[in-house]
């Protein structure tokens, strides 16, 4: 079983490469929360998450025999990029098995770290299978991303920094995916202040914890579909589960939507960018997926930052949404001169910034003498939104909100 002393030995293993990352307070979710919330800023490690702790202390207690034949793992791409950074670094030749549309950036940088990307199946549980045939054809050592001590330890070193930056927390709040970050830092805070909560969080469409915890064995579920691709997995480690059972105080889900809203308040609000995997700790908290105290302190794991820009951009559109700062809206027009412009102006006296305009005159839904209108706007919150489809609505206009 993992312990504090396995923890400690993996800190001094990989201090001389890992960053210790802040734990900054903020005002602005303390304000939001009525708690007071200090964010562990994990997503400005190297290679940009916290996987590549795991990564640097298990390779660094690998045999010259595991070294020399290499290693192989299976990676969505954080802990892809931790193997590849954390084996040339040591002169260790990998391979990483990453699902076929695991993001492009995590790609390229999996491969500018030194390692060779291999692309199969849908999801990392796949990805996983291959890298296990692959390790048994060339004989290289399996580095697991999760269900592994040395690794679980290494991500036990952010619990230790946890308490030196804060010896005040009272509730630590950590993604899970496979279970060794929870585990690691779970065993870190327990062992030196039991009391401290620990919660775990996974997103809804990979949530096999639960089940898991409820069954008192290990689940695994059909699918891990979410934005947050750091921990879509469909079944924890045994490892982790054990730990999770012992030392965990509760497991809670959120939606990819809220995860998205998360996401968007720590860009505007803080500056800060996460992916998907790194904002799930957060939106557990914006969201009040567990109940807490006023001033509670809480430290919410940030724990990666590596979104794919393509993702990000629908990411922030869906926070936009669901925060009500934009809205998509389709009416229909009689064709006259002026028609558009009376539907502007009601717009502009409620102050609806236009983003588009999609002027139909030739749409096969609607009359010939109609005009199929759909108008995206900037909007300032959901009572914004009200105020505006009334006065839309009191005016005569039939409007449709769309998805």
Avoid: W
């Amino acid at each position: 079983m993992l312990s504090l002393a396995n923890i400690k030995a993996a800190r001094d293993r990989i201090k001389p490469v890992i960053r210790q990352t802040p734990l900054r307070y903020s005002d602005r979710f303390s304000e939001l929360t009525d708690a007071s919330i200090y964010l562990k800023l994990e997503n400005i490690q190297r290679t940009g998450a916290f996987k590549l702790r795991g990564a640097m202390n298990r390779i660094a207690t690998l045999s010259e025999a595991d070294r020399s034949g290499g290693v192989i793992t299976a990676s969505a791409g954080n802990h892809a990029q931790g193997v590849a950074f954390a084996a040339t670094r040591a002169g260790v030749d990998s391979k990483i098995v990453m699902p076929t549309h695991a993001p492009v950036s995590k790609r390229q940088s999996t491969e500018r770290y030194g390692g060779e990307v291999i692309l199969h199946g849908e999801d990392y549980d796949a990805a996983q299978q291959r890298a296990h045939e692959i390790a048994d054809t060339e004989d290289r050592y399996y580095l697991h991303a999760f269900d592994d001590q040395a690794v679980m330890a290494g991500q036990g070193t952010i619990g230790l920094e946890i308490l030196d930056a804060c010896p005040s927390v009272e509730t630590v709040v950590v993604p899970i995916g496979g279970g060794g970050l929870i585990s690691g830092i779970a065993t870190a805070i327990k062992a030196q202040k039991p009391d401290v909560r620990v919660i775990g969080v996974q997103a809804e469409g990979a949530a096999s914890a639960p089940p898991s915890l409820a069954a008192d064995e290990l689940q695994s579920i059909d699918s891990a579909e979410t934005i947050a691709d750091g921990i879509a997995t469909r079944q924890i480690g045994a490892q982790p589960f054990e730990i999770l059972q012992s030392h965990v105080d509760e497991v809670v889900t959120v939606s990819d939507s809220e995860i998205a809203v998360a996401i968007t308040y720590l860009l505007e609000r803080e500056k800060t960018l996460t992916e998907g995997a790194g904002a799930a700790a957060l939106a557990a908290v914006l969201h009040d997926r567990f109940s807490f105290a006023d001033n509670e302190v809480i430290v919410p794991a940030l724990c990666g930052g590596n979104i794919d820009m393509n993702q990000l951009t629908t990411v922030l559109l869906r926070g936009l949404v669901e925060t009500g700062r934009y809205l998509r809206i389709h009416t229909i027009l009689e064709d006259y001169p002026g028609a558009l412009e009376e539907l502007v102006a009601i717009l502009a006296a409620y102050d609806a910034n236009i983003y588009a305009i999609n002027h139909n005159r030739t749409s096969r839904t609607v009359s010939m003498e109609k005009a199929d209108v759909e108008i995206e706007l900037e909007t300032m919150g959901p009572t914004h939104i009200e105020s505006l489809l009334e006065a839309l609505r009191e005016d005569g206009f039939e409007v449709e909100v769309l998805d």
